[in-house]
């Protein structure tokens, strides 16, 4: 079965550098998710979208920002990275949200951002 | 607001043996969805078994089953028959029904020993 694929897997950036972080939902699959796993932390919410739209909004640093193309991967934009931005990035997706209903989101593999 | 407590930041199982991974939440929230996911040392995170808040029936996923008590807001993780590959990092997880934001547990540690 398709899974959620993340691009790239490994990134190593310069602080205040920039970096893009890609996500390909599973087919069919319409809500996308961001997560940040810090070193020995449990996954914070970042962003989501559902049907290209921002859906919700977790703690997203203002120097990070997301959108949902109409293909439905999405890209997370991050600029003047700091040491503190590394982590392990998860992209999720999901079919919709709907009220009555909770899907099961499914992770990619992650992409593992250093900052040095 | 939500939380997920997760008291046991690491536990020790004998292989072929059941252990009960423990779990508690709080929300104000009339309806939402329970999960749980498995983080092995090679960092994916591994959906395994989601209780809707509405559910009547504890959900069972293979060796894997949920010790949904509702009044008392816990979620227990119940693995039977404990094998090596077992061992990894639990996450509980809750999401409002009809919301996007999930939130996390900080996770236990599980050990399979041969």
């Known amino acids: 079965a398709a899974g959620v694929i993340q691009s790239p897997r490994h990134l190593i950036k310069e602080k205040r550098e920039t970096a893009t972080l890609k996500c390909y939902p599973i087919?069919?699959?319409?809500?996308v998710y961001w997560y940040q796993q810090g070193p020995g932390q449990d996954p914070q919410f970042l962003i989501s979208?559902?049907?290209?739209?921002?859906?919700d909004k977790g703690s997203i640093p203002d120097r990070f920002s997301a959108q949902q193309f109409s293909d439905y991967h999405s890209e997370l934009n991050m600029s003047s990275l700091e040491l503190g931005d590394s982590a392990l990035y998860f992209c999720?997706?999901?079919?919709?949200?709907?009220?009555?209903?909770?899907?099961?989101?499914?992770f990619g593999p992650g992409t593992r951002l250093t900052v040095t | 607001a939500q939380k997920i407590t997760q008291t046991q930041p690491g536990m020790f199982v004998q292989e072929k043996e059941a252990v009960t991974l423990d779990c508690t939440y709080d929300?104000?929230?009339?309806?939402?969805?329970l999960f749980w996911y498995k983080q092995p040392s090679s960092g994916e995170m591994i959906f395994l078994i989601y209780q809707g808040s509405y559910d009547e029936q504890n959900a069972t996923e293979g060796r894997y089953s949920l010790n949904f008590q509702k009044a008392r807001k816990s979620a227990n993780l119940v693995i039977s028959a404990s094998q090596l590959g077992d061992s990894a990092m639990y996450f509980c997880a809750m999401r409002d029904t009809g919301g996007f934001k999930t939130i996390f547990g900080a996770g236990t540690r599980l050990f399979v020993k041969a």
């Open positions: 979208f559902y049907e290209k739209m921002q859906s």
């Open positions: 929300t104000s929230d009339q309806s939402y969805g």
């Open positions: 999720a997706s999901s079919q919709g949200a709907i009220e009555g209903d909770t899907y099961e989101q499914y």
């Open positions: 087919p069919r699959h319409d809500t």
